[in-house]
């Protein structure tokens, strides 16, 4: 038998095989968006898996601001900050977010979806997101990514 032909092969940065995904997230809910994203920057949707490298895709994300939440999280889902002195708890709500910064509510959760080391932090900046339709990778020819395929 050829014991050579089923050995496992870790990936690493340098072998990770990386490509360009663009996703559009119009009438897209947030949660469903976030979750998807998070494995494609991951690399977990991938037969090179790795846990311990960055072998996941670089995402782009456009249209931030038409992204959806169900039932009344719009006016009840609260993003909580500390400024670190006594009494700085700072409270801003979805609806607020999203007319101040949209791009922050898909990023919070998409980072909320990550590790939480070095190799998260790496991960996240793989992660590209727009308000608008337009964005400014074309060079890099990204493939539309249709969401409600995937499973």
Same mark, same amino acid.
């Given at each position: 038998?050829?014991?050579?032909?089923?050995?496992?092969?870790?990936?690493?940065?340098?072998? =990770?095989? /990386?490509?360009? !995904?663009?996703?559009?997230?119009? &009438?897209?809910?947030?949660?469903?968006?976030? $979750?998807?994203?998070?494995?494609?920057?991951?690399?977990?949707?991938?037969?090179?898996?790795?846990?311990?490298?960055?072998?996941?895709?670089?995402?782009?994300?456009?249209? =931030?601001? /038409?992204?959806? !939440?169900?039932?009344?999280?719009? &006016?009840?889902?609260?993003?909580?900050?500390? $400024?670190?002195?006594?009494?700085?708890?700072?409270?801003?709500?979805?609806?607020?977010?999203?007319?101040?910064?949209?791009?922050?509510?898909?990023?919070?959760?998409?980072?909320?979806?990550?590790?939480?080391?070095?190799?998260?932090?790496?991960?996240?900046?793989?992660?590209?997101?727009?308000?608008?339709?337009?964005?400014?990778?074309?060079?890099?020819?990204?493939?539309?990514?249709?969401?409600?395929?995937?499973?």
């Amino acid at each position: 038998m050829d014991t050579l032909s089923y050995k496992t092969i870790s990936a690493n940065k340098e072998t =990770a095989q /990386k490509e360009w !995904l663009l996703i559009d997230a119009e &009438d897209e809910i947030l949660g469903r968006l976030a $979750s998807a994203t998070a494995k494609m920057l991951r690399g977990k949707n991938k037969p090179s898996f790795t846990p311990h490298a960055d072998c996941g895709d670089n995402v782009i994300i456009i249209n =931030a601001e /038409k992204v959806k !939440l169900t039932g009344n999280k719009m &006016d009840q889902k609260e993003y909580v900050r500390h $400024s670190g002195y006594p009494g700085g708890q700072r409270i801003t709500t979805a609806n607020e977010l999203m007319a101040k910064k949209p791009t922050a509510m898909v990023e919070y959760a998409v980072k909320g979806m990550l590790p939480k080391t070095r190799l998260g932090n790496a991960i996240f900046k793989n992660l590209y997101v727009y308000e608008g339709s337009e964005h400014k990778h074309e060079a890099q020819k990204p493939r539309k990514i249709n969401l409600n395929e995937i499973k």
